[in-house]
């Protein structure tokens, strides 16, 4: 299968609803541009944190975004499982964001997602990113709702490795939960990279709706 590549990205934009959604759904994608395009700058949304939720927000940007030339973290604090009753003020935050960066990616939730908060984010980041290259993250929980993605993006093992590690050292609070595993993580890498006969074995899986080639 012949490969696409981002061609020299400048600036690339990632939401998520809750701290901790944006590196599991493609902290892995987000390392490896960094590795390849150093120059890159990322702006890094997240809407729902407060307290201790809203360090460990900040915690998982800084170890991810090591690698970038800039960063942009902006953590708002909108009640996490209420969104389409707040629809007004976070459709002004998204679209505030559109005012601000044009990005050339925008990395956000899958509009299939069945969490109600992901699938409001999917839904008002095509509602205000309408000409950007949109790319949607899956997050595994225990409705089983993972589709099949269509862009497979190869990670080496010390990727996965560092995504990993970052995750359980920013995350604290979710280390209890019983999903929030290394196994679990691993397995969904180890998948994606079979579907896309990964030469390292692993991969992330991403969804895409619309390109120009």
Known sequence: MMP???????????????????EIGCGGTV??????????????????????????????????????????VVIRDFRDRYFPLQYEQVKDFIHSLAREVQPDVVFTHRLEDVHQDHRLIAEL???????HLVLEYEIPKYEGDLGKPNVLVPLTAEQCQTKIASLHEAFASQRDKPWFTEDTFWALLRLRGLECNSPTRFAEGLYCRKMVL
């Open 31 to 72: 390392l490896k541009l960094l590795e390849q395009h150093p120059q890159l700058t990322v702006w890094w949304g997240v809407l729902s944190s407060e307290g201790v939720r809203a360090d460990e927000a900040r915690r998982g940007a800084e170890l991810f975004l090591t690698g970038a030339a800039a960063k942009h």
């Open 125 to 131: 980041t095509w509602n205000a990113f309408r000409n």
């Open 4 to 22: 696409l590549s981002l061609t020299n990205p400048r600036t690339i934009l990632c939401l998520g609803c809750h701290p901790d959604d944006i």
